[in-house]
């Protein structure tokens, strides 16, 4: 298994190597999905800045790999980025050779395509080469290409860098300003874009010195192998002077696709039939198309995500569900010593023989939750078997219990039990006990006086002084309006 990157990225194995890093084929545990991890060599404080400007670029476009996150361990930092197992041109070229026109123009259309959306974002890649223009594995079918590796792209306007005099990229692919060491721009792509169309063109690397001379009295004759109104593009891409290219991304795009109106169809015919494959190969032991397939060193077996837990059925109280209360479990009975014999006490509650109902808030079969409107169908609720409404339930119930529980031959029937106790009332009912009295009858009350019964109100030496001292302000009120 690989190595675990910042508890997220696992390191599978490498798939290139570029000038400050290497990119490795990862497995992103959180989003469950195979990414391109470029990771970071180099901790200086000149690569760790270029680190940050290049993975700060966010361009969503389909012709764009631009990175997508990243991540720091200790010394080591990472961005990560799609996938695309396609190769790249360079690879292309050196299975097949020289491509056909249409085909190369379809590559050109999608590379000027993602251009376009890197130069709105003020963003000038200057290195534009074929092995930085990745494509995905489509087969023979339409090919899809991806512009890469921004590492060395550089935004208007932000500071260099580089120390002056000295020149960033891919020798081979400069535009004439580049070498000059001066301020690149927009048309320094743009004149690499040419030298990249000249290259699938022809299946050679171009000379961009050799091609500066040529152009010393005005724009020389197509290559071999370059037809006309390809080179009515390329050859305006291909200007020394920067003032004589196309100005922007969109105008040569559609230079292109004008160019690709006027070839001859028949012959494109003549090449082979170009397949992108898979460059990338199997995977690893361990891994899988859905992921890792074994558990990381020092880590238990890895478990498939189970199925979705089933979602009870909707409560009649509300949006939650009532849950079954839980119910404490019995004490286990004490062991008894051995040689001290078992003394007579309360006997147990007999277990019935029959057939029981099951509890109403008994948790339900599997670890479940039995729905709310099971509850209310309890022996106890209004519509249960012990309900005034079902007095037929009752009748057939009556027949079952009382066969459940006969006595078995030869044994005399138990007495009738009063309501709500479970006490055996013949002997021999629970082996190793005596015969358990039954209730007996109680103490009959003989005739005697009728108890007096009590009148109503206060007792008389409660009642007596209040009724004076009542006399005696009645008399006192006679009195005080007599004298007045």
Known sequence: MGEIFAGRYELIDPIGRGGVGMVWRSWDHRRRRYVAAKVLQQSDAHTLLRFVREQALRIDHPHVLAPASWAADDDKVLFTMDLVSGGSLSHLISDYGPLPPTFVCTLLDQLLSGLSAVHAEDVVHRDIKPANILLEPTGVGRPHLRLSDFGISMRIG??????????????????????LGAEVDFTSDLYAVGLVGLYLLTGQKPDSRALFEQYEHGMPAAPQ?????????????????????????TGARK????????LDTDATLEFETVEVFDHLGPLPEGFGPEGPTAAPQGQGPIASPGPAPAVPPPSSTGSFHLQPPLTAPAPAPAPAAQGIPEQPGTP????????????????????????????????????????QQAPQYQQAQ????????????????????AAGRHMPATPGAYPGQGPVPGPGPGPTPGPGPAATARKPGPPLKVALPVLIVALLCLVAGFWALSSA
Do not use: C, I, K
């Not at 932000?158 to 070498?179: C, H, I, S, W």
């Not at 230079?255 to 006027?262: F, N, T």
């Open 158 to 179: 932000d500071p260099r860098l580089t120390e002056t005099n000295y020149v960033l990229g891919t020798p081979g692919y400069f535009a004439p300003e580049q070498m």
């Open 225 to 249: 192998g370059v037809p006309e109104p390809m080179w009515q593009v390329l050859g305006q891409l291909l200007q020394p002077d920067p003032e004589a290219r196309f100005r922007t991304a």
């Open 255 to 262: 230079a292109v696709v004008s160019a690709s109106e006027m």
């Open 348 to 387: 147990p509650t007999p277990t019935p023989s029959g057939p029981t109902q099951p509890h109403p808030y008994q948790p339900a079969p599997g670890g479940g939750t039995r729905p709310y409107t099971e509850y209310q169908q309890g022996p106890y609720s209004e519509h249960g078997p012990y309900s």
């Open 398 to 417: 009556a027949p079952a219990q009382s066969a459940a529980h006969a006595p078995p031959p030869g044994q005399q029937p138990a007495a009738p039990q």
